[in-house]
């Protein structure tokens, strides 16, 4: 459903008990998204350095789930991105 849904500028699906991982392809279409919370869920592997592709992005929660690896901050060169 996620696909449907360009003009979106903010996703918050924290705290929905989700298990799945934060594959680019999820969000690809959503061109205008300026924050997303996916925050205490049970998402897992890396955060994908393709979400830099999502240059309005601006703010990102993904605390308090499954992750691994470090933050991909080099995919976010042009944005207003922070910690």
């Known amino acids: 459903f996620l696909k449907d849904l360009p003009r979106l500028e903010s996703l918050d ?3 929905n008990n989700f298990k799945a991982n934060l594959a680019y392809e999820k969000f690809s279409s959503m061109t ?3 924050t997303m919370i996916l925050a205490n869920n049970e998402i897992v592997g890396p955060v994908p350095s ?3 592709k999502l240059t309005k992005l601006a703010y990102v ?3 308090q789930n499954l992750l691994t ?3 991909p901050w080099y995919a ?3 944005s207003k ?3």
Do not use: M
């Open 32 to 34: 205008n998204l300026e």
């Open 61 to 63: 929660d993904v605390a």
């Open 50 to 52: 393709s979400l830099g």
């Open 81 to 83: 991105l922070t910690s």
């Open 69 to 71: 690896g470090t933050f």
């Open 13 to 15: 699906l924290s705290s």
């Open 76 to 78: 976010f060169p042009e």
